[in-house]
């Protein structure tokens, strides 16, 4: 097996095998980690190659240099490590999560790596020297939408008050509509910091969106949904496409006009949009039963919709303990 760094000859191979493989994610993706090397995080993109030369694992590594901070390596939704050769791969990425944070001492320097795969279940790789991280990058509960479904079964599945209120939408005539046109960021924007505003979340600047929105429309990885009722934007939402999965990732929405139901006509549209283009899964994107929460509130709604909870092991950390006391030292100082 060879390990070394990707390059840009590389992309499509990483690019198939974060979409094909069954913990990949966007966050993996090459398009997700130019955009972060916009909004100021430097990226450092490695894989794993069999004897002929074909990519068969691999890792993306973040990191956001803040001298003042004890920072983090981390790759989210990762490391795709080969079959058979899991705790051999690790160990590589280790070694060279290790040496990358000596190089980024005059930066911050880095006191752990925090990965986070998208299992199930902890995989005998994930070594005692990793520790659940008390923080994680992706939320590691998740409500999955089977698009496999006809659109009869999907309706079937929904708690009762949903389909009621898709249909109530239907009847009020709102309407839907979804582009990735850069003219659509702004209006986005508006109604994601209101509700954010409103509901008491910290909310990402204009810059981030325009950074996000560009890079993934011009992939064709992303779209702006907007819910419409007598000629004025009333919800929107921001949809991921990845592999066989919609993951719809932000959202907002306005207080006039509750009484039409315009998030419920939207987020049935994405659903239905998503199924017609072929993928498999509508993703949520967080999910928690636990009234005490951040997501409670929304998970309400989004139970209404059926679908199947998804719980993955989170985030862990692999801790530098050298760099680590080097790093306290230096900030108490």
Same mark, same amino acid.
């Given at each position: 097996?060879i390990?070394?760094?990707?390059?840009?000859?590389?992309?499509?191979?990483?690019d198939?095998l974060?979409q094909t493989?069954?913990?990949?994610?966007?966050?993996?993706?090459?398009?997700?980690?130019?955009?972060r090397?916009?909004?100021?995080?430097?990226?450092?993109?490695?894989?794993?190659?069999?004897?002929?030369?074909?990519?068969?694992?691999?890792?993306?590594?973040?990191?956001?240099?803040?001298?003042?901070?004890?920072?983090?390596?981390?790759?989210?939704?990762a490391?795709?490590?080969?079959?058979?050769?899991?705790?051999?791969?690790?160990?590589?990425?280790?070694?060279?999560?290790?040496?990358?944070?000596?190089?980024?001492?005059?930066?911050g320097?880095?006191?752990?790596?925090?990965?986070?795969p !998208?299992?199930? &279940?902890?995989? @005998?790789? %994930? #070594?005692?020297?990793?520790?659940r991280?008390p923080?994680? =990058?992706?939320? *590691?509960?998740?409500?999955?939408?089977? !698009?496999?479904? &006809?659109?009869? @079964?999907? %309706? #079937?599945a929904?708690?009762?008050?949903?389909?009621?209120? =898709?249909c109530? *939408?239907?009847?009020?005539?709102?309407?839907?509509?979804? &582009?990735?046109?850069?003219?659509?960021?702004?209006?986005?924007y508006?109604?994601?910091?209101?509700?954010?505003?409103r509901?008491?979340?910290l909310s990402?600047?204009?810059?981030?969106?325009?950074?996000?929105?560009?890079t993934?429309?011009?992939?064709?990885m992303?779209?702006?949904?907007?819910?419409?009722?007598q000629?004025?934007?009333?919800?929107?939402?921001?949809?991921?496409?990845?592999?066989?999965?919609?993951?719809y990732?932000?959202g907002?929405?306005?207080?006039s006009?509750?009484q039409?139901?315009?998030?419920?006509?939207?987020?049935?549209?994405?659903?239905?949009?998503?199924?017609q283009?072929?993928?498999?899964?509508?993703?949520?994107?967080?999910?928690?039963?636990?009234?005490?929460?951040?997501?409670?509130k929304?998970?309400?709604?989004?139970?209404?919709?059926?679908?199947?909870?998804?719980?993955t092991?989170?985030?862990?950390?692999?801790?530098?303990?050298?760099h680590?006391?080097?790093?306290?030292?230096?900030?108490?100082k």
């Amino acid at each position: 097996m060879i390990f070394r760094k990707l390059v840009n000859s590389d992309r499509q191979a990483w690019d198939k095998l974060t979409q094909t493989h069954t913990q990949g994610c966007f966050m993996q993706s090459w398009a997700w980690a130019n955009f972060r090397e916009m909004d100021g995080y430097q990226t450092f993109r490695y894989g794993f190659f069999d004897e002929f030369n074909q990519l068969i694992g691999g890792c993306i590594f973040y990191f956001y240099p803040q001298p003042s901070s004890a920072n983090l390596i981390f790759a989210p939704a990762a490391p795709l490590l080969p079959k058979t050769l899991e705790s051999q791969a690790m160990e590589m990425l280790i070694t060279e999560a290790e040496t990358l944070a000596k190089t980024k001492e005059n930066q911050g320097g880095a006191i752990a790596l925090r990965i986070e795969p !998208l299992l199930n &279940t902890k995989p @005998e790789w %994930l #070594s005692a020297d990793f520790v659940r991280s008390p923080a994680d =990058i992706m939320p *590691s509960e998740t409500l999955w939408i089977d !698009l496999q479904k &006809t659109e009869a @079964e999907l %309706l #079937s599945a929904m708690h009762s008050k949903g389909r009621y209120n =898709i249909c109530l *939408s239907h009847r009020y005539g709102v309407e839907t509509t979804f &582009t990735n046109n850069d003219d659509a960021i702004p209006h986005f924007y508006d109604l994601f910091y209101e509700t954010a505003h409103r509901q008491g979340f910290l909310s990402e600047p204009y810059g981030f969106f325009i950074k996000l929105c560009q890079t993934l429309f011009r992939e064709s990885m992303a779209e702006i949904g907007f819910a419409k009722y007598q000629g004025s934007i009333l919800a929107t939402i921001l949809v991921i496409y990845w592999g066989d999965r919609c993951t719809y990732l932000y959202g907002g929405r306005s207080e006039s006009d509750r009484q039409v139901m315009p998030v419920y006509a939207l987020h049935w549209a994405a659903i239905k949009r998503a199924k017609q283009r072929g993928y498999k899964i509508y993703d949520f994107y967080g999910y928690s039963e636990d009234p005490n929460h951040a997501y409670y509130k929304f998970s309400q709604f989004k139970k209404k919709f059926g679908g199947k909870i998804i719980n993955t092991i989170g985030a862990h950390d692999y801790f530098f303990y050298d760099h680590l006391a080097n790093i306290i030292v230096r900030l108490l100082k």
